[in-house]
């Protein structure tokens, strides 16, 4: 049994009866939707014809949103619905990143996600769902997808069917039949500041980057607005995070990086185990339902990696402790060693944000081939930043300052000028140059800050240095994080 959806775009009006019934049915909020009616006009004057997309959640076989949930609040059952248990949310919201077709929504008023579920609750009961009941021109079709004699299994082997955004694997269970094709492909017409009723929502304000081309001829003229959902605390997580895995893997080093006395036996140590702590307070509160992040714990989805991240962080700061623990002591050969295992647990502390990033299938950028290697590169001059001001000889510090700096610019320039391996990639790729920090653009100064300031200035005021590097470095996370969730998904 695998129930899917059938969207006749050749029957439908476009009258919204689904988005009410929707609503009306399953207490949306105001400004929320878990069905929603696009409209693109296609042509010129006078040969122009308005078109209708009905989107939802697809209902995936391989659902990035259930993978993704560190709860479990998200399941795949077995008659195909993805459904939400609101109860468990702890409104990380990893599941809209993870959602190649913005189908998710953060309900405020409860701090948890909701979406369209195939109205399950109907549906267990012999219904059918509210949209499909509701709908005058029955262009909404439910059926077994399992079943070939299923008139939903036929209309689709009868017809020329399109689904949205194939090329993420997700194998979406919702049929387009007629839709024209500008509706299901995301950026690929203008979107004017109007809408045909009202202001075009304004959750991303940046413009529509000048490289990217549209269709002339068509034109977005009603649709939903979807918020940004990890901001700033997102790119100082990065940021704090990688000042922490930085340390942790030069600490064995840390004399011959011409550090003495206590900056030599405890500096790495102690700033580390600090930004470990602002790491994981980042974390938690960020969270829509931040009281509740025990979950991770008394309900971890062990395939995600905000869980398995949750744990590496986690035994990172144990080593850490231990580490500063036993130099204390005076037992400084067991530190010593143990510095060995921390850097170890750098690493992985560093990197693991690239495999969690790889699960948020609805953001192409951040997937993109090398962000662990970047991060790493990142942890290292992070790293040898906070160190460069307290060594007494930093002659090889500021070597590994200049490689990784040279290497951190060639990852970033790569990520905005290299290949891409598709159109939402690409996209995030132009929005990297539109993101602004205030009256800055904060890749392009990310990188001057970061790079070109470092180098200038290190050799004479190694505190100016860091600090120099270290805002460059936030500035361009900053860049990458919401450059990744700027392209349209719908």
């Known amino acids: 049994m695998r129930y899917g959806f059938l969207i006749d775009h050749d029957r439908c009006i476009g009258c919204h009866a689904c988005t ?39 209902h995936c076989d391989n659902a990035p949103c259930v993978t ?13 619905i993805v459904d939400i248990d609101r109860d468990a949310c702890i409104g990380c ?10 189908a998710i929504y953060l309900n405020d008023d409860s701090g948890a996600v909701e979406k369209c579920h195939f109205c399950a609750h109907r549906v267990e009961n012999g219904l059918e769902p509210a949209c499909v009941i509701v709908c005058p021109e029955t262009a909404i079709i439910t059926g077994d997808l399992d079943d070939p004699d299923s008139p939903l299994s036929r209309l689709i082997a009868d017809n020329d069917t399109l689904v949205r955004r194939p090329e993420q694997g997700t194998g979406p269970n919702v049929h387009y039949k007629g839709a024209h094709a500008s509706l299901l492909e995301p950026g690929s017409s203008e979107r004017p500041e109007m809408y045909l009723w009202s202001d ?16 002339p001829s068509a034109r977005t003229v009603l649709d939903t607005g979807h918020r940004i959902e990890w901001g700033w605390p997102v790119a100082l997580y990065l940021l704090t995070k990688s000042i922490a895995a930085g340390l942790a893997i030069l600490a064995p080093l840390a004399a011959r990086m011409g550090l003495g006395g206590w900056a030599q036996r405890y500096l790495p140590e102690t700033v580390a185990i600090v930004m470990t702590i602002v790491t994981v307070g980042l974390l938690i509160e960020d969270l829509a339902r931040p009281s509740l992040f025990y ?62 990033f790889k699960q948020c299938e609805g953001r192409d950028l951040w997937q993109e081939p090398g962000l662990f290697e970047h991060l790493l590169v990142q942890a290292v001059l992070c790293g040898a930043l906070v160190m460069l001001p307290m060594s007494d000889s930093p002659a090889t510090l500021r070597w590994v300052v200049i490689l990784a700096s040279v290497l951190h610019f060639i990852f970033a320039l790569h990520a ?66 919401r450059a990744g969730q700027l392209p349209p998904l719908s």
Request: glycine share 12%.
């Open 295 to 356: 979950r991770l714990l008394t309900r971890p989805n062990w395939r995600s990696w905000l869980v398995k991240g949750g744990i590496v962080l986690g035994v990172f700061g144990a080593g850490l402790a231990a580490a500063l623990g036993l130099r204390i002591a005076g037992l400084d050969g067991p530190a010593d060693a143990m510095r060995w295992v921390n850097a170890a647990l750098g690493v992985a502390a560093a990197g693991y944000t690239a495999f969690l």
């Open 416 to 481: 905005q000028l290299g290949h891409h391996r598709t159109t939402n990639a690409r996209q995030g790729a132009a929005f990297l140059d539109v993101v602004r920090a205030g009256r800055v653009g904060a890749f392009r100064w990310g990188l001057i800050l970061g790079v070109g300031v470092v180098l200038v200035v290190m050799f004479p005021w190694p505190w100016a240095a860091t600090g120099a590097g270290l805002v460059g470095l936030l500035l361009y996370e900053w860049a990458f994080v």
């Open 93 to 102: 919201r990893a599941c809209m990143q993870a959602c190649p077709y913005d």
């Open 200 to 215: 075009r929502p304004p959750d991303k304000p940046e413009p529509w980057p000048v490289s990217l081309p549209v269709l």
């Open 68 to 80: 993704i949930c560190p709860v479990n609040a998200l399941e795949k059952r077995d008659d195909g």
């Open 20 to 58: 009410v019934a929707c609503k009306a049915e399953n207490s949306v909020p105001v400004g929320d939707f878990r069905t929603w009616v696009k409209y693109a006009e296609v042509g010129t004057f006078p040969d122009v014809r308005r078109h209708f997309a009905v989107l939802r959640c697809n």
